[in-house]
Structure formats: structure tokens, C-alpha cells
């Protein structure tokens, strides 16, 4: 099983613009009452006043596994017409489909006849399906929405919900023309999170640390030159001696964290009271869908696609995430080349696993014990380096 996180510098290549150090106020110490007489202080380092996330076997409070539906060429928004039917794809997002909602959404209605008044299909009950429900809505159309599963029964559930658009495609097989499709949907989707921003949906900022051993590297999605650089907001590069974290490098950048325990069940209540049928049913295959009454058709299924459509390319990548202990003092994202952690109101989300071709959804022991120890050791470290400066 490859135990390596699939957030690569190598694909991701984060960087952005450039910003201040920032620190929480209620975990400065003291002001000296007299710094006269006191010795010149020590440069502040970033993150020395972060507080360290508290991982132990005793904090655990679930297990989850999901499988992201993963295309090495990327997702497809693709138009077929047959028998008086427009049948409209919108899936395989990897593991950046709750970031890319709704940009992808949008691209799969830019593809469709006149809307309004119009009578349509939604396939798919996750975060791409009510994504494209609510904006069929938004620009008049009537919709039903087929599903067989509805939150917090699907997989948009088990997301980190870090609102960065990465493990979406192998970039060796990236054309110029899904390049194009990306960052469309990537520019308007992370827009339209910014509206949603505040408890109402479960969306806030925060600011992410990447790890390194050595110089972070740039890539083709981000960093200076990248095609999504400049939504990668109060970037920063720190070298040793410059931060307080346990690595020779780290990256900083802002970006949102969504809780989808909070913005799946606000989406899905917004459809309902637009008007939205839902149906619950699975189909067996292609023929049962074009049965369907409407004549416009959006497929947001997923990994369902595979076998409804034929997509032999869709394949699932299994995630495991183990969740501690909410801690409300820990207010950032970290990220390693092997671990990450996303504090979220239901918990502290820590991940690391991305396991190509598993479509075996049962928790692994083994993973459960990698995943703790490795975010565990990180973070111990962090408070090391904390108290030698203190």
C-alpha cells in the first residue's frame, strides 16, 4: 500500500503571494514590563506561538474511509445527445471534488441548452450532485436529483475539505485542453467559496504549513508561474533558522477549510427549499438513466460512472482518516510529504494514505497506528522546538 500522502510539491508546486507573519494574540507571552533592562529579545519565529496539536491513541474518537474517484487524465464535463437527450458528465474529480464543486458545476451548465423553465436530471447525492443542483436552480431550471446515497451517508463526507485542488490528475497526463478545464473551474469555484465564507456554512481561512526537507519545489499549479498562483494568498517561503517547525523548510499559504458536516446538510437543505425532487434509487446501468422522464441529464456519480457509463479509466484511491478530539486552540493546517492535519469543529482531522486501485472500504489497523504515530511525532516535535524557545 503506497502510504505516501498524494498532496505533491511535485504536482502541486505551492506558492502564492507575498504576505505578513502572523501569530495568535492570546498565545503571545507577555509584554516585559521593562524592556529597557531587559536583554534584546529573540527574532519571533513563524509558528512558535501555533499551538501543537495533542494526538493520542486515548483522543480517538472515529475511523474513516472513503474511495475519491480518481481519472489520471482528469475529471470530465463532457456532452453526449442520443435520443432526444442531452446526457451531461460531470465526475472523477479525485481528491479535489468539494474544492472544485462548483467551478466544474458551472462548466457542466455552460454545456447545456437554455435552462430556464427546463425540466433536469441530477445523478448523485454528493458535494458535485447538489453543486449542480443548486446551480441549475440558481439559473431556473426545475430539478430531481437521483441518488442512492444523501449526506452524511456520502463520500464528499469523509473529505478533509481543504479548499486546494490537488490529487486531481496525474500530471503526465495532463493536455492542454483539460489544463484549461482545471483552472477554469478552479478560478470560479474557489470565488464562490469566498461568498460562503462564516459559520452558516462551516467555511473559514486559515493559513497552511508545508514541510520540507529540502527547498520547496514549483510546480505547474502553483508556485511563482504557476496557473493557480495567485489564489494562493499570503505565501511565504521559510528557511532554518526562520520558523518553528520540525523540517528545514517550510511554505505557508492561506487558503479555506470547509466543514462538511456543516456545508453538506446547508447545500442539501438550499436544494430542497428551491423546490428539488429527490428521489432515492440506484440505477443498474446506462439504459435506466436515459429512462428517466427529463430531457436533460447531469451524471455527477462519481466512481458510479465506471459502471453505469463504461469508464474503465475511473478508479478509486482509498483514504483513511483518523479523527481526535476537536482543539479549538489549533487554528492552522499542516502538511508534510507523508502526513497531513486539518482542525475542524467535529474533530482533528488527520490523514495520509492514498492507496491507487483499493476498493476495499474496511478500516486497516496498521494505517490507523501509521497515521497516529507520524502526526504524533510531528507535532511533538513542534512543542520541542516551542519550549527551547521559551
Known amino acids: 500500500m503506497n502510504r505516501r500522502l498524494a498532496i505533491s510539491l511535485a504536482l502541486g508546486g505551492l506558492a502564492g503571494v507575498p504576505g505578513c507573519r502572523q501569530r495568535r494574540a492570546s498565545s503571545a507571552p507577555p509584554a516585559d514590563p521593562d524592556p529597557v533592562k531587559s536583554p534584546a529579545a529573540s527574532p519571533e519565529l513563524e509558528g512558535q506561538f501555533l499551538a501543537p496539536v495533542r494526538i493520542d491513541p486515548s483522543l480517538r474518537i472515529r475511523t474513516v474511509t472513503g474511495l475519491r474517484p480518481f481519472r489520471p487524465s482528469g475529471f470530465v464535463v463532457r456532452r453526449e445527445d442520443f435520443g432526444g437527450k ?22 457542466a451548465l455552460q454545456l447545456a441548452p437554455p435552462l430556464a423553465g427546463v425540466s433536469c436530471a441530477v445523478l ?109 494568498t499570503g505565501f511565504r517561503d521559510f528557511g532554518p533558522g526562520e520558523h518553528a517547525f520540525p523540517a528545514n523548510h517550510v511554505r505557508r499559504f492561506h ?28 440505477f443498474g446501468n446506462a439504459a435506466e438513466v436515459m429512462q ?69 472500504l474496511e478500516p486497516e489497523d496498521s494505517v490507523r497506528d501509521f497515521i497516529l504515530e507520524g502526526n504524533r511525532s510531528t507535532f511533538e516535535k513542534m512543542r520541542e522546538i516551542q519550549a527551547n524557545r521559551s
Open 292 to 360: 428517466l422522464p427529463q430531457t436533460i441529464i447531469f451524471n455527477c456519480s462519481g466512481l458510479g460512472a465506471r459502471r453505469l457509463f463504461g469508464d474503465e479509466e475511473l478508479i478509486p484511491i482509498k483514504g483513511q482518516l483518523e479523527v481526535v478530539l476537536p482543539q479549538p486552540a489549533v487554528e492552522y493546517n499542516l502538511i508534510t510529504n507523508s502526513f497531513y492535519m486539518f482542525p475542524r469543529a467535529d474533530g482533528i482531522i488527520l490523514g495520509g494514505t492514498f492507496d491507487r486501485g483499493n476498493w476495499n
Open 86 to 107: 442531452s446526457l451531461i458528465h460531470n465526475y472523477g474529480h479525485g481528491g479535489g471534488g468539494m474544492t472544485l464543486s462548483w467551478g466544474s458545476a458551472n462548466l
Open 255 to 282: 487558503t479555506m477549510l470547509i466543514e462538511p458536516s456543516v456545508y453538506l446538510p446547508t447545500l442539501l437543505r438550499d436544494v430542497r427549499s428551491a423546490g428539488a425532487g429527490i428521489v432515492i434509487r440506484e
Open 124 to 232: 448523485g447525492g454528493g458535494v458535485m450532485g447538489l453543486s449542480t443542483a443548486r446551480l441549475l436552480q440558481l439559473r431556473g431550471a426545475e430539478v430531481t436529483l437521483y441518488t442512492r446515497d444523501l449526506p452524511p451517508e456520502t463520500t464528499s463526507n469523509i473529505a478533509g475539505a481543504q479548499c486546494w485542488p490537488v490529487s486531481v490528475f496525474d500530471n503526465s497526463r495532463r493536455t492542454e485542453e483539460f489544463g484549461a478545464q482545471y483552472v477554469e473551474a478552479a478560478n470560479f469555484s474557489i470565488r464562490y467559496f469566498q461568498n460562503l465564507v462564516g459559520p452558516r456554512w462551516g467555511v473559514r481561512w486559515l493559513p497552511n504549513y508545508y514541510l520540507s526537507d529540502g527547498p520547496p519545489a514549483d510546480g505547474w499549479i502553483g508556485g511563482p508561474g504557476g496557473v493557480l498562483h495567485h489564489l494562493q
